[in-house]
């Protein structure tokens, strides 16, 4: 059992950059692996970055391009994601999910729980 909540969210410039927290609570999130997925209105979900429960394996989409930086601290229950020089197309909801699995993965059906998601909006 574990409970996600995403802040950090927010409106910011092209350019601009925002740090996504998740808390975490449960037995099981320091041996999960998370990811952080993103949603604009109208299209998929879609994968951004994964990290693995030691924090010691991470995986990006293409399109982060050295943006974005997934980061864990266990004894914090945080997962965090940097994003740096925000564009526009980065608009999104942006979700933290956790899997059973020790390892993250980009797979939607790979994770068990998710957040509410937090606004990310990115103006030109």
């Known amino acids: 059992q574990v409970q996600l909540v995403e802040s950090g969210g927010g409106l910011v410039q092209a350019g601009g950059s925002l740090r996504l927290s998740c808390a975490a609570s449960?037995?099981?999130?320091?041996?999960?692996?998370m990811g952080w997925f993103r949603q604009a209105p109208g299209k998929e979900r879609e994968f951004v970055a994964a990290?693995?429960?030691?924090?010691?394996?991470?995986y990006y989409a293409d399109f982060v391009k050295e943006r974005f930086t997934i980061s864990r601290d266990n004894a914090k229950n945080t997962v965090l994601l940097q994003m740096n020089s925000l564009k526009p197309e980065d608009t999104a909801v942006y979700y933290c999910?956790?899997?059973?699995?020790?390892?993250?993965?980009?797979?939607?059906?790979?994770?068990?729980?998710w957040g509410q998601g937090t606004q990310v909006t990115v103006s030109s």
């Open positions: 999910a956790a899997s059973s699995r020790a390892y993250g993965s980009s797979a939607i059906s790979q994770y068990n729980y």
């Open positions: 449960g037995r099981t999130f320091s041996r999960s692996g």
């Open positions: 990290i693995s429960w030691s924090g010691s394996s991470t």
